[in-house]
DNA sequence: ATATAAATGCGTATGGTTCGCATTTAGATT
DNA sequence: AATCTAAATGCGAACCATACGCATTTATAT
């Protein structure tokens, strides 16, 4: 299982990145995730993948990923909630149900045509982070009937 | 001082809320906070006023100004650090530099005419937090150099 | 003035994340 | 293929921000 996610992953190893079966075990769970993951839900994956990583390694893996740009980390309800995925190289924003944390991925995204206007004239913007909070379909019709 | 902001606030103590000088101190802090300010930070400009208020104190008090809707909680740099500022009932958002961590306040707002296109179609969007980062004004001369 | 529910002080617990160091391992070199 | 070495991991402990528990104090209603 591993194995056939690292042949479509194909020779995509990142540069320079000494390859175990740990960091393999990561890149797989991220690569089948249908959401972000907090570090404990991907530990919980290469779990039940048969290959446990241990959390302190697997924080150390998401960090390298971080720093070669294969992964992002994005904090979600006021940084309650710290989770991951792989960059994908496309905006890609989520709405929060506040109510059950249900996570909503977002096809568009408001920053596309935006020119910020800020206070110090010269900063240069590198990249955002935007969160939608709400009330999932779900919730929403719980809470108002 | 204390009494002068007491006084600038007027009568809008948030309803059903007892007065005690811990929450005046707080308060008074955050309102003549020229930026977002951490639970240590709130800490520390008490003590500077000479009104010090505990930490597990100022933790109490913005849960409750939160809840409230006196305060507002926002997390940047992906949830590395987390702030506080009164909800002043407008927009508001903010571009921190990666280097130097400076906030740097935006005086608009992308959301303002954008219609999300959710994978749940239901969802009920009811607000939003998005944070800009970039280098600064004096980083980005300093790096570049 | 008194009663009482709520707020605070202060020490401790917690939970997510990081760190230290001994051991193991990937990949280079022979 | 065997060996070497820097890098990665296991595992426990440290760490930090935040939350909690309970005795004491305080704001407000009576």
């Not at 993948?49 to 992964?71: F, N, P, Q």
């Amino acid at each position: 299982m591993i194995e056939r996610d690292a042949a479509e992953r194909g020779s995509e190893w990142p540069d320079g990145m000494k390859k175990t079966k740990q960091r393999e075990a990561v890149l797989a769970v991220l690569e089948r995730a249908e959401k972000p993951l907090c570090a404990a839900d991907i530990r919980a994956r290469t779990e039940t993948d048969g290959s446990l990583v241990r959390l302190s390694t697997v924080y150390r893996i998401l960090e390298i990923l971080i720093k070669k740009g294969v992964a992002v980390k994005l904090s979600i309800l006021g940084g309650e909630t710290t989770v991951y995925e792989l960059n994908r190289f496309r905006h890609r924003h989520y709405a929060v149900c506040v109510s059950c944390r249900k996570i909503v991925s977002m096809d568009n995204c408001p920053m596309e045509r935006f020119v910020p206007k800020l206070e110090d004239g010269d900063f240069r913007v590198m990249g955002h982070n935007l969160e939608i909070y709400g009330s999932c379909k779900d919730c929403d019709t719980a809470g108002s009937r």
